[in-house]
Nanobody, 122 residues
Framework: QVQLVESGGGLVQPGGSLRLSCAAS????????MGWYRQAPGKQRELVAT???????NHADSVKGRFTISRDNAKLTVYLQMNSLKPEDTAVYYC????????????????WGQGTQVTVSS
């Protein structure tokens, strides 16, 4: 069974940093694009950052210059380095991946993790 397991969330003071990780496991043949979304209470889900299989990245304007997405293909892992955190960054953060699953063979164009809470507060 394929799983995406996120880690690294928590409580941090404004101006602090966190690094989120999302590791895929299971019968995975390859991973295409990866991304991070977030959803704050009472707000719509927001796309935060994406990274292609070739390593090209995009970041939402609200996090540009502060957040950086990266990936380690050997570890089937995507990261989100978050610096200069603000209270408005408080949300549940979700990773998502496009996966080619080996057994049973199929393409999961939008596979999601369970989410990790990030709270920025003094």
């Amino acid at each position: 069974q394929v799983q995406l397991v996120e880690s690294g969330g928590g409580l941090v003071q404004p101006g602090g940093s966190l690094r989120l990780s999302c590791a895929a496991s299971g019968s995975i043949f390859s991973i295409n694009a990866m991304g991070w979304y977030r959803q704050a209470p009472g707000k719509q889900r927001e796309l935060v950052a994406t990274i292609t299989s070739g390593g090209s990245t995009n970041h939402a304007d609200s996090v540009k210059g502060r957040f950086t997405i990266s990936r380690d293909n050997a570890k089937l892992t995507v990261y989100l380095q978050m610096n200069s955190l603000k209270p408005e960054d408080t949300a549940v953060y979700y990773c998502t991946m496009g996966l080619v699953v080996a057994v049973p063979w199929r393409y999961e164009y939008d596979y999601w993790g369970q989410g990790t809470q990030v709270t920025v507060s003094s």
